[in-house]
Each structure stands twice: as C-alpha cells, then as structure tokens.
C-alpha cells in the first residue's frame, strides 16, 4: 500500500463525504492504483475534474500514484464548444432536458428505455456528450466527454449545460423535431392545414414539420414560453 494525500477543489464538494471536503486528507491506495482510480473511487467521476497537478507538477490521470504524492484535483472549467462538437447523449432519466436541447438546436440523442453500456458506447464510437445524473456512469472508462447534472428540473437542467459548454452563441431554436431529433423543414400551410385545430387555422401563416414522424409546428403559446426559456439563457452569456 501506498499513502496520498488529496485536495479537492469546493466545487466537487457534492461528490465527497462531508469529512474530505475543503481540506486535505490522506489516504490508503493500492500500489498500482493511478490518480483516475483513486479520484473516482474518492467519488468524483473523471469527467468532472480539470488538470491535476501532483507533488505541484502537471499530472495525468493514468499516473500512477507513489507514496507521498500530494494531489490537487480543480473542478472541470467552462468551455465554449464548436457547434459541431455539441452533440449530446442524454441517459433515460433526463428525457426532459434532451427535449430542450433539441428546442435549442442541439443534436441530442434519447431513449428512455437506453441503459448505461448503449451510453457509453455511443459516447465512445460518436463522440457524444454525456449527459447524467448518475455518477457511476460518467466514471466508465469510454465516456470520455461527460457532464454529471445536479439541477432536478429541466429548465434548470438547460441552464446548467449551457454555462458549462458554453452554448449560447451556438443555438439554432426550434430548428430540430422534439421528438425524432432530426431537421424541420418549413412547409405550406396549404399542405398542412386540413390537420390544424380551427383556432391555429385561423390565426397562424408560417408552419414547421418533421418529416420522420409528421408533426407539425407553430409558434403558439408552447413556443412563446421555450422561446422566452431561450431569450433567457441567450441573455446569460451574451
């Protein structure tokens, strides 16, 4: 066995018993252990950890640690992200938060029947974003891009994305299907109208649809409300 000690940066503070939060502690570590294993069975996934520094030097996480080393682990720091890089795979339990990234324009895979494997292999091969509440996952070896999601909410979730990839200048709004994920494309009210409630018929001119699934979409009162969530967020970071 081997002893390391560990800080910590406030920020990952949720991920550690409250006894190693703030403060340096030693611990034991097997002899083979690197500073990824010992970080993440400390309980902060890999994804959510920035450039470590060991014994005060830049380290990487398949270090393998020595007795003594002392270890400082920062937070992950904000990114603004190429629109073509985000690209997100959401786990079954943020179907929610997948819906509004699709509202925003980001291309965002979701199934609620998906399990953690399909994750992360998806996540490997495509190189997708993922997108969790579950800490175990994000700890798997092939998600090499991750984001754990703390906010319950879904609103709140969106917020939460967007400050930490810095999405904002990227969006594309309502240019995606919330269902299929996959491009609208405008159509002539002619085409659609014999599906429209009377009201919409009468009201509005300008019509989206999907052709995978054949939805049809207008800027009702369920768009005015997505669109002031993303004059909002567009605010946030301008």
């Known amino acids: 066995m081997v002893t390391a000690t560990f800080l910590f940066d406030e920020a990952l503070n949720p991920f550690l018993p409250r006894e190693h939060r703030g403060l340096a502690f030693a611990v034991p570590c097997a002899r083979a252990a690197t500073v990824k294993h010992m970080v993440e069975a400390l309980g902060v996934p890999h ?5 470590i520094a060991v014994n005060g030097a830049p380290a990487s996480l398949e270090l393998l640690l020595e007795d003594g080393d002392s270890v400082v ?18 786990d079954a339990h943020l179907g929610g938060l997948a819906r509004l990234l699709r509202m925003a324009g980001f291309d965002t895979l979701y199934d609620n029947e998906i399990d953690d494997a399909e994750v992360e292999a998806n996540a490997r091969e495509a190189g997708r974003i993922a997108l969790t509440r579950d800490r175990e996952l994000l700890k798997r070896r092939g998600v090499l891009r991750g984001a754990y999601v703390h906010a319950l909410k879904p609103a709140q979730q969106l917020r939460e994305v967007f400050a930490r990839y810095g999405l904002a200048a990227a969006m594309r709004p309502f240019s995606l299907c919330l ?11 002619a085409q659609v109208e014999e599906e429209l409630p009377p009201s919409v018929r009468a ?7 999907c052709d995978r699934c054949g939805g049809v979409f207008w800027q ?10 993303l004059d909002e967020l567009d605010g946030r970071q301008s």
Do not use: Y
């Not at 299929?180 to 009210?189: E, G, H, I, S, T």
């Not at 009702?220 to 969530?229: N, Y």
């Open 47 to 51: 994804t959510e950890v920035g450039d």
């Open 73 to 90: 682990v920062p937070a992950v720091a904000p990114v603004v992200l190429p629109r073509a890089e985000a690209r997100f795979i959401a």
């Open 203 to 209: 009201t509005q001119t300008d019509f989206l649809t």
């Open 179 to 189: 269902a299929c994920n996959v491009p609208l494309r405008k159509v002539p009210k």
């Open 220 to 229: 009702g009162s369920h768009w005015r409300r997505m669109r002031a969530l």
